[in-house]
């Protein structure tokens, strides 16, 4: 697909028409917001009339018509949308802002990242991961070939609400929003005693290798004085007394033999065939996809036993049982 740009405004040529996308926002995009995030409107050619010299500003738009546009197309554009974006911040004074020196926030999920955001005073600035690491092959993720596995694998075996193309950009979109952290920013990293975040926090630092800023680890479990070991099991209100909290108290920021510690770790993690980490004596373990088979049995038996008349059981109750399970053991 051919493409222009003249920023704010980028071209895609979509034979016979043109796609006009007006940047009116500079954050990051995914397939699914291509029209939300801005005003994308549809233009024909006229005879004679080139691509390379079209002008919508004079043209009017077509309405009352629908093209139909592939995934890949979508998928194209909003790449197209991003990598410009990316560009006109490292080109333009505007992406210096007051803000620079704000603190930035590493989640290891999207939904605990909106509780946090939620709690957090502006210009406090949360990125969460996309991913959820405790499933899934992490073989070399930090690459683009380890990432495509991943992604295949979940298209192959998870049933997932988002179509490939939007969860490969989204994935993408908070590695540059990790790249491009001011250097002046102070970052912290939070997690509790799960395999998911303890996973994530060394993919994090691994990713955060390059940069002199000041790290320091929210780790909510530290002294053994809070029950919960997932940041997700806190409301807005009770991550910002838990940070309030942490700051009163001091914070140093990791070392660089503790950096070098955990990013040698993910290397080792990054070196694993296996699909499915277990949290267990605070270390990380990968095991088979079999591992939580015996477990999965037992609950059923168990479920099975109880009922005064044998009947089916329902996969939310064996699901959420297990998961009581496995939260009661740590795992």
């Given at each position: 697909m051919e493409t222009r740009c003249i920023y704010p405004y980028i071209y895609f040529l979509g034979d016979?028409?043109?796609?006009?996308?007006?940047?009116?926002?500079e954050k990051y995009i995914r397939p699914s917001q291509l029209r939300e995030a801005g005003d994308c409107k549809v233009y024909?050619?006229?005879?004679?009339?080139?691509?390379?010299?079209?002008?919508?500003?004079?043209?009017?738009?077509?309405t009352?018509?629908?093209?139909?546009?592939?995934?890949?197309?979508?998928?194209?554009?909003?790449?197209e949308v991003n990598r410009q974006i990316s560009h006109h911040k490292k080109i333009?004074?505007?992406?210096?802002?007051?803000?620079?020196?704000a603190p930035v926030h590493l989640v290891a999920s999207e939904s605990t990242a909106g509780s946090l955001r939620a709690a957090l005073d502006s210009p406090n600035k949360v990125i969460g991961l996309s991913e959820y690491l405790a499933v899934g092959p992490i073989r070399n993720l930090h690459t683009e070939s380890g990432q495509a596995e991943r992604f295949e694998w979940l298209f192959d075996h998870i049933?997932?609400?988002?179509?490939?193309?939007?969860?490969?950009?989204?994935f993408t979109n908070t590695l540059v929003e990790i790249a491009e952290i001011s250097k002046h920013a102070p970052i912290y990293i939070w997690c509790g005693n799960n395999n998911e975040e303890q996973t994530a926090l060394r993919f994090f630092l691994y990713l955060l290798a390059d940069k002199t800023n000041d790290i320091f680890l929210i780790h909510i479990n530290e002294h053994n004085d809070i029950k919960h070991t997932h940041i997700s099991m806190f409301d807005d209100k009770e991550l910002k007394i838990l940070f309030e909290y942490k700051q009163k108290k001091g914070r140093t920021p990791?070392?660089?033999?503790?950096?070098?510690?955990?990013?040698?770790?993910?290397?080792?993690?990054?070196?694993s065939k296996e699909v499915l980490r277990?949290?267990?004596?605070?270390k990380i373990g990968s095991v088979s996809e079999q591992y939580f088979d015996s477990i999965i049995l037992k609950v059923i038996k168990t479920l099975h036993e109880k009922q005064e008349n044998k009947e089916f059981i329902r996969v939310s109750a064996i699901i959420?049982?297990?998961?009581?399970?496995?939260?009661?053991w740590n795992i």
């Amino acid at each position: 697909m051919e493409t222009r740009c003249i920023y704010p405004y980028i071209y895609f040529l979509g034979d016979p028409v043109v796609f006009v996308f007006d940047i009116k926002v500079e954050k990051y995009i995914r397939p699914s917001q291509l029209r939300e995030a801005g005003d994308c409107k549809v233009y024909e050619l006229k005879d004679g009339e080139e691509f390379e010299s079209f002008d919508h500003i004079e043209a009017t738009p077509v309405t009352g018509a629908g093209y139909f546009m592939s995934e890949e197309g979508i998928a194209f554009m909003t790449k197209e949308v991003n990598r410009q974006i990316s560009h006109h911040k490292k080109i333009s004074s505007t992406s210096i802002k007051e803000d620079f020196h704000a603190p930035v926030h590493l989640v290891a999920s999207e939904s605990t990242a909106g509780s946090l955001r939620a709690a957090l005073d502006s210009p406090n600035k949360v990125i969460g991961l996309s991913e959820y690491l405790a499933v899934g092959p992490i073989r070399n993720l930090h690459t683009e070939s380890g990432q495509a596995e991943r992604f295949e694998w979940l298209f192959d075996h998870i049933n997932m609400e988002i179509s490939e193309f939007d969860q490969e950009i989204r994935f993408t979109n908070t590695l540059v929003e990790i790249a491009e952290i001011s250097k002046h920013a102070p970052i912290y990293i939070w997690c509790g005693n799960n395999n998911e975040e303890q996973t994530a926090l060394r993919f994090f630092l691994y990713l955060l290798a390059d940069k002199t800023n000041d790290i320091f680890l929210i780790h909510i479990n530290e002294h053994n004085d809070i029950k919960h070991t997932h940041i997700s099991m806190f409301d807005d209100k009770e991550l910002k007394i838990l940070f309030e909290y942490k700051q009163k108290k001091g914070r140093t920021p990791l070392s660089n033999e503790e950096k070098i510690n955990y990013i040698e770790e993910w290397m080792t993690l990054a070196k694993s065939k296996e699909v499915l980490r277990i949290w267990q004596e605070n270390k990380i373990g990968s095991v088979s996809e079999q591992y939580f088979d015996s477990i999965i049995l037992k609950v059923i038996k168990t479920l099975h036993e109880k009922q005064e008349n044998k009947e089916f059981i329902r996969v939310s109750a064996i699901i959420g049982e297990t998961i009581d399970q496995l939260e009661e053991w740590n795992i």
